[in-house]
């Protein structure tokens, strides 16, 4: 089993930056990638972009060039530095981590708000 806890959602003008962080805990040496996806009201969940164990990252196109997704192995942790933010960012955002198996295992959301 692993254990996700997300931080770092908020308010936020358009054009301003957040960073979230996701901590881990437990069973996290048979995870292979490790992301971000968000849920806009009254929309279904998407990807926003994920790190693999090696390191390779992959972005949805709506956020390339604003967001960044990083990791510190020491901690246990990922983050997603959120940049040039846009109303149509808000929504929950949930961290990810997946097994090389298939299993997913999700943190319990936070609330990122974009005003224009």
């Known amino acids: 089993q692993v254990q996700l806890v997300e931080s770092g959602g908020g308010l936020v003008q358009a054009g301003g930056s957040l960073r979230l962080s996701c901590a881990a805990s437990?069973?996290?040496?048979?995870?292979?990638?490790m992301g971000w996806y968000r849920q806009p009201p009254g929309k279904q969940r998407e990807l926003v972009a994920h790190i693999s164990r090696p390191g390779s990252t992959n972005y949805a196109d709506s956020v390339k060039g604003r967001f960044t997704i990083s990791r510190d192995n020491a901690k246990n942790t990922v983050y997603l530095q959120m940049n040039s933010l846009r109303p149509e960012d808000t929504g929950v955002y949930y961290c990810?981590?997946?097994?090389?198996?298939?299993?997913?295992?999700w943190g319990q959301g936070t609330q990122v708000t974009v005003s224009s």
């Open positions: 437990g069973d996290i040496f048979n995870i292979n990638f």
């Open positions: 990810n981590f997946r097994s090389y198996i298939g299993t997913h295992y």
